[in-house]
């Protein structure tokens, strides 16, 4: 997210369209009946995060290790392969991997938090090999040539480098997770999802928004707070942001 | 020094680099030159062992590589590639710093040599230390390309193609800011090129490659008048002659402590020592010494007076300092065959001619 410029903007835009459609909601009256459902909003949105940030960090923690893996020398063989596996796992519905995961893994959080962990690792993993596979070779070469180990090579120069597409990969992966999780609710897993599902099964629209908007909320706060990290913390060097 | 004893190195069925024996000794820049794929860079990386030799061995300093552990052997050896390599997530003093970092340096120590080092290429540490490589101009990049790899003081330095990427203005100006450097600090340097002109006016050793077999291995004068073979002699140029009167300065070819006149001497002096040492123009100075104009003997032969009033405008001077290259230049811009040589302060040095171009060229041939 950029600092001023046409972010800024955007973000302007975006604060302003909420503010309208509340207005708007407000003179229909569905805003007192989306702030009825207050107290079940914050419960559901806690275990909301709880599925996105076990399942986030899950994936987080499997797929940039398995990327850097993939992307040694050693693994250059399996690496094709494993990345074409990956990049059919991508094309499955998430609606049928969470079939599959009650399937396996019966009802409750359990299942859910495996099935967004594998949606959630597919994007993670491909892109920390994409950035690092990005690394110009002469850089790599370079910093053998005078004298880092493999190890120091990695954390000096190649994940330094790789750390903005990385961090773009969990950013993305992260928002799809946290709107995916309201489908959690069809295998019992809870979270936003029953409001918005039982909205509909009620046609009550104020339980539904009650259940969408926060879920909208949650993925642009999450997406906002990674984009800070990435402007934050990358090195100013190789951060395009700055 | 560097030593190869019989190094091969077989990629496959290809032979890359085939038995070369050489040896670059201490403060030495040896340039490897050749055609694209001749093994010049193959042969540049076996050195810190970036490619293991297939058979042979490679000594510096006396070790055998072999025997050195890897990691801290490269960080004995200064490294430039020709696309520099500066890493991006670190500013241009942490690049500086790498491998003083790794060896362990005090850091202060470190930072403060990074900004000696950055004043010895003209960047100011003020503006350039904190600086990232994407804020660098490609010469300026370049520049710290060099430096990084002097930072820890490695008597060795390879350097692949170190200026290949810089547009031929800037190249002149960084090759001679690097060779003033090596005048200094008298690397064992071994620098890939396949620029006949920057091998020339690097080199204290050419060494010429030919499908991976080390063809000529000779000081840049005598590859240009002895080229060993019809590769060699094609590969350095038709024009060879000239590329040698880059090497020659002009002090090392003029004739020395010439006779002269001032403005205030007579005519029939000056006529009289021009007769004296069979010359047929004479070079008048000022009061200290400063080449000011000069008489020519069909001129004045018949004349009387003083010299200030019979002379002539000078028609081109060189600098001791040039080279013959810009001599000839400068007789074939004036039509002339002598020229008067001054230093930097305009005092008049020495005279040179062609003849005595061409009989410096044939002697320098003929040497060791
Ligand atoms: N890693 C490798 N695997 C297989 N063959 C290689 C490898 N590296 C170099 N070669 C081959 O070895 C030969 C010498 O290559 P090298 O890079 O040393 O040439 P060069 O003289 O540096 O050429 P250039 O001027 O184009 O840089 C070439 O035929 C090249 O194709
Ligand atoms: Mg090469």
Redesign the pocket.
Known sequence: MRAGGLGGLARFAFVAGVFALGAWLQARGTLPSILQHRGDVIYLARQHLVLAAMSGAMAIAVGVPLGILLTRERYAAIAGIVTQIVNLGTTIPTLALIALAMSVLGIGAPPAVFALFVLTLLPILLNTVAGLNAVPPPLVDAARGMGMTPGQILRRVELPNAVFVILAGIRTALAINIGTVPLAFLIGAGGLGELIFTGIDLMEPGMLLAGAIPTALLAVAVDFLIGQIQFWFVPRGVNPLR | MIRLEQVSKQ??P?T??DRVDMVVPAGAVCVLL??????????MRMINRLIEPTSGRILVDGRDTATVDQVSLRRSIGYVIQQIGLFPNMTVEDNICVVPDLLGWPRAKARKRAAELLELVNLDPGIFLKRYPKELSGGQAQRVGVVRALAADPPVLLMD?PFGAIDPINREVIQDEFMKLQAELRKTVVF?S?DIDEAVKMATRIAI?RD?RLIQYDTPDRLLAHPIDAFVAEFVGSDRTLKRLRLIRVAEAMMADPPRVTAEETVETAVGRMQDHGHVAIVMVGPRGRARGVVRLDAVREARGLVGEHQEPLPGVVNVKDDLRAAVSQMFTHGVTWLACVDDEGFYRGYITQTGITRMLGATAGEG
């Open positions: 990629f496959g290809v890359a680099v050749g055609p694209s794929g001749c093994g010049k860079t193959t042969t193609e890939v396949h490659f991976g």
